[in-house]
């Protein structure tokens, strides 16, 4: 989708100053981008708490002090911005993981599940809009369900060559190990919202020594 403020703008009023943007210019589009910046962390808080539906752009103007129409000059759209949203949640979560192999899944899967659980409105954000997307109506319905079925797909070949490696047990079904692992994932986080006390960090560990690691045997038994 197309930006509504897309720079500084303007034309350049003479030949040396093309390629060079005015000193005024380039402070107008810095102070735009810091203004986008500010509705989409405004729109994380809101759409996090009230879901896509109910989150209101009159809510999310007012957090940045602007009239409903003055952030359609920033974002041409709702669906435009919480396209924006869910990128940049997506891309602080990849940065959190880095890159997948088998030697390292389990440890970068751990490392989102610890992320998630130092940023509540991230995780309020995906838990509420995943279960509103479940309805084919939703803008995000078909969104989720290719991002399910992509992760699902890389998380069983990276599972199975782990297991060709020996590095998990040889006995279970990549494809639903895969599956699970979201699953286990997505429901401890529903959980943590609910009672912040859980602790998804260890919930997880659990999980993975007990369902994915062959159980360790004491050479003294």
């Not at 000193?23 to 729109?43: L, T």
Request: negative net charge; proline residues 3%; hydrophobic residues 40%.
């Amino acid at each position: 989708m197309g930006r509504a403020d897309t720079g500084a703008g303007g034309t350049p009023s003479d030949g040396a100053s093309i390629g060079r943007p005015a000193r005024g210019a380039r402070g107008s589009y810095a102070k735009g981008q810091a203004k986008r910046q500010e509705i989409v962390d405004a729109a994380l808080v809101v759409f996090g708490r009230h879901g896509f539906h109910s989150g209101s752009l009159r809510e999310i103007a007012k957090r940045v002090n602007l009239t409903p129409a003055g952030l359609m000059h920033h974002f041409a759209s709702k669906e435009e911005l919480f396209t924006e949203v869910l990128r940049q949640r997506d891309a602080r979560v990849q940065a959190a993981a880095g890159d997948v192999s088998e030697f390292t899944l389990l440890e970068q899967v751990r490392k989102v599940v610890a992320y998630n659980q130092t940023t509540r409105g991230l995780t309020s954000l995906y838990t509420v809009i995943s279960a509103e997307a479940t309805d084919s109506e939703h803008p995000a319905h078909e969104e989720f369900a290719r991002r399910y079925a992509e992760s699902a797909a890389s998380t069983t070949q990276v599972l199975a060559d782990a297991q060709r490696d020996g590095l998990i047990r040889a006995d279970i079904d990549t494809a639903h190990a895969a599956r699970l692992i979201s699953a286990v994932m997505d429901g401890l986080q529903q959980q943590w919202l609910l009672d912040d006390s859980i602790d998804m960090t260890a919930l997880f560990d659990e999980f993975v020594r007990g369902y994915l690691l062959e159980p360790r045997v004491d050479p003294g038994q």
